[in-house]
């Protein structure tokens, strides 16, 4: 058989061998993008150990690559319809690839942010939406179905194995290894990529300039302020206020522009759906549960309970894998409940669930204590997934769904980001308010310590373990060390408890804009939507 012989599919619909190929190497590069963050997240002691670094400087990466992806997905989007799909992919595989193979080779902090984070959510940001339009052009009928089924089902197994998988890798390899082995697989995807045939822009070819620079500074001026505001940079109010000024225009320069009839960088009417604009809410607020709770729990058992990245992997695989469960089950056995009723669902079990790990924190030396409130948060995140992405994008019209999951995934990117950069930020605030005050309390520690201590933590406030803690303050007498680490040991897990309740208050937000949603009529989708969330 060659690869174009064809054989019948559901639906009357060719599928070739040639076309499961491409649909496998579609995934594969789907698989690396969302692993990624996962293989980040586990294994953040060992990259700080290996770069001698700090726990809120990986973060900020982690965040910023997220940022950096929400910013320009919408732009790129367009981007590709100019350069060409195939080609925006390409560029989008190799930016991906450069970022990973930075993270192979690199020596310092600044390497992951400019290569991992920057070149890389750039990458990200091109290949979204053109593997959205290149699948839609590539395969017809039962055989696009069947390829969106395919990379959305890649998406949710590197979500659910991601943590296993990166831990592994980091604990008996090297979180290097596993990086390496993203470079590979994109190494592979892109020796094939002649399977892939390009799809036309027939569209107009003009580019809203100003909406686009404005929607990158909104979003960026926001998150932006929150990172530099952890690493104690100055003119944190400034950029928050400027982002946030920036979004107001950007709503006003697109309602102004279309009242012109001149070309927009999305169209302002979707927003008159308020399913639309319910559903995208309730995407950024899931988005900001997901980013501060895998920020603040790989922390706490990283630093609080020591693990390593595999213990950190299979300590969080109840989540992971709870979520994927629970997104496979309702998105098959829904039957007749109501999309905004599992939704609702969704958000109290996950505001539950981190409702429940936050006085658990100081008190749990195992984290097999965490299982059972982790599950309920995978529960409550995996009926979300399965339900939000239909809900959205319901009300538009079947020429128009692209640009409106274009914009849902902007606004979840936006969300992560935005929960990675909070939580973070929140997280240090805490840890150096309680830490300067219980060392003030102190007995034990003299004055003039506490001065020096409250001094340096005024812009070098750091999540750190006991353990490294204790190398950093020998030759100080036994009381003094002791007492030094049981004020570290106090202070960090209040600081984790302060973060989670950036996750928590997402999801107790989205349970009340679920509300809204029972309110408003159900809608039946005007085409077709599966695979279209795998962003």
Do not use: C
């Amino acid at each position: 058989m060659t690869d174009h012989d064809p054989q019948p599919a559901a639906g009357g619909e060719p599928v070739t061998s040639g076309s499961r190929r491409l649909m496998v190497l579609l995934a594969m590069a789907m698989f690396v993008l969302v692993v990624d963050t996962s293989l980040m997240n586990v294994s953040i002691s060992a990259v700080i150990r290996d770069l001698d670094t700090t726990a809120s400087g990986v973060q900020s990466a982690i965040a910023l690559e997220a940022l950096v992806s929400a910013a320009f997905i919408l732009i790129n989007s367009k981007v590709g319809d100019l350069i060409g799909r195939k080609r925006a992919y390409v560029l989008g595989l190799l930016a991906y690839a450069i970022g990973a193979l930075a993270m192979t080779l690199a020596q310092s902090l600044t390497a992951i942010v400019v290569f991992w984070a920057l070149i890389g959510g750039i990458g990200a940001s091109l290949l979204l939406p053109a593997m959205q339009s290149l699948i839609h052009g590539n395969f017809a009928g039962a055989a696009q179905r069947q390829a969106y089924a395919m990379v959305g089902a890649s998406a949710a197994i590197a979500a659910a194995v991601g943590p296993l998988l990166g831990g592994f890798v980091t604990t008996y390899l090297s979180w290097r290894v596993g990086f390496g082995l993203e470079v590979l697989i994109i190494a592979v995807v892109l020796s094939q990529i002649r399977l892939v045939r390009d799809v036309a822009y027939t569209g107009s070819r003009k580019i809203d300039v100003v909406g686009s620079v404005l929607s990158v500074v909104g979003m960026g001026g926001v998150v932006l302020g929150i990172l530099v505001w952890q690493e104690g940079g100055e003119f944190v109010l400034l950029l928050m206020v400027v982002g946030a000024a920036a979004l107001a225009a950007l709503a006003w320069w697109l309602a102004r522009r279309q009242r012109a009839h001149k070309v927009t960088l999305l169209d302002p009417s979707l927003f008159r759906h308020p399913n639309f604009t319910t559903g995208v809410t309730g995407q950024m607020l899931q988005q900001i549960t997901l980013g501060g709770a895998m920020i603040a729990l790989p922390l706490f058992l990283q630093m609080t309970l020591e693990y390593d990245a595999m213990q950190a992997g299979l300590s969080l695989a109840p989540l992971s894998l709870t979520m994927f469960a629970a997104a496979l089950l309702a998105g098959r056995r829904a039957g007749n409940r109501r999309p905004a009723a599992i939704i609702r669902g969704g958000f109290l079990l996950a505001s539950l669930g981190m409702a429940s790990i936050i006085p658990l924190v100081p008190r749990v030396d195992s984290a097999w204590l965490l299982v059972l409130p982790l599950m309920v948060t995978g529960a409550g995140l995996g009926l979300l997934v399965s339900q939000l992405n239909n809900y959205t994008l319901a009300p538009v019209e079947e020429e128009r769904i692209s640009e409106a999951a274009g914009v849902n995934s902007a606004a979840g990117s936006f969300g992560l980001s935005f929960g990675l950069a909070m939580a973070g930020g929140i997280m240090l605030a805490a840890l150096s308010f309680g830490f300067t005050r219980m060392t003030e309390n102190s007995t034990v520690i003299p004055p003039a310590q506490q001065q020096q201590i409250a001094a340096a933590l005024e812009t070098d406030a750091e999540v750190m373990s006991n353990t490294e803690l204790d190398k950093r303050i020998t030759g100080q007498p036994p009381e003094i060390e002791q007492e030094v680490l049981a004020i570290n040991d106090d202070a960090r897990n209040r600081s984790l408890q302060v973060a989670l309740l950036i996750p928590l208050l997402a999801g107790v937000l989205g349970l009340a804009a679920s509300f809204r949603m029972m309110r408003l009529p159900d809608l039946k989708p005007a085409a077709p939507l599966e695979g279209m969330d795998f962003g």
